[in-house]
């Protein structure tokens, strides 16, 4: 397989930003970590060894990026303005500088967003915020509002990054339906341990998505499917063939 590790300046973050490349060849898939990881988690978590066949098949190429979640969505207890900025800072590093330069390493203008926890949150957002830029997601266990993070506390910035209230706010004729209806977005979560307030969201997400007509396939694994490592990798191992087509 090859391995290719970056480190690139992000003027929106102002610090430089490092990533890894897996693969040569194929539908390019931007891997997004838990709460509190890095873009080794990939490897570190042994997530890679789920989508290795794939990857060294030539169906796929995973981007391991950075976040800055301990700046921002973690970081209770700081000012909450001053978080959520952060968070639309690399939100615009993402979109604006680590799109341009997938696009530039893969040859290809599609995107998948994948993630599992925090990751998934992450992977949603983009998704659902940019369907122009991103044209599948894959999120596992993820929350989709504020309330975790943030309590009541909502600003415009915090409103842009929640899926669960700008979508049920999106008008019946806003052009992003056509491209929720016509790409691929699975959302993915466990009823057992450690799960309920992931669980909630994810059954609000889905909520709102029947109800704006938004397609968007939704998946409930048993009450014994806790919110760990193990499970996100049969959850991998079931679906990826179906996000990638094959």
């Known amino acids: 397989m090859e391995i290719r590790y970056e480190k690139h300046w992000s003027g929106y973050l102002n610090r ?10 194929g539908k390019p898939v931007m891997f997004i970590p838990c709460q509190a990881g890095r873009f080794w988690d990939f490897e570190s978590f042994k997530m890679i060894d789920h989508w290795a066949s794939w990857i060294e098949e030539g169906k796929c190429m995973v981007f391991a990026v950075d976040t800055i979640d301990n700046e921002a969505w973690a970081a209770k207890g700081a000012d909450n303005r001053w978080r959520i900025q952060n968070h639309e ?4 590093y993402i979109v604006n500088e680590m799109v341009p330069t997938i696009h530039h390493f893969s040859g290809r203008g599609d995107i998948m967003t994948f993630g599992a926890s925090m990751g998934a949150m992450h992977a949603a957002n983009l998704y659902y915020r940019r369907p122009d830029l991103f044209d599948s997601t894959f999120a596992i266990s993820g929350l989709y509002d504020q309330k975790e993070f943030f309590g009541d506390y909502c600003d415009d910035l915090i409103y842009n990054n929640c899926p669960n209230l700008y979508l049920a ?9 056509d491209l929720y209806n016509s790409q691929k977005s699975l959302i993915v979560c466990g009823q057992g341990r450690w ?7 994810t059954r609000w997400l889905d909520t709102v998505c029947c109800q704006k007509g938004i397609k968007t396939r939704f998946e409930y694994w048993g009450l014994d499917v806790d919110h760990d490592w193990p499970w996100w990798y049969k959850m991998v191992d079931t679906y990826v063939p179906w996000m990638l087509g094959i």
């Open 195 to 201: 799960e309920e307030p992931l669980l909630a969201s």
């Open 169 to 177: 706010n999106m008008p019946a004729d806003h052009h992003y339906m």
């Open 16 to 25: 430089f930003m490092e990533f890894k490349i897996y693969g040569h060849s």
């Open 89 to 92: 800072n690399w939100y615009n």
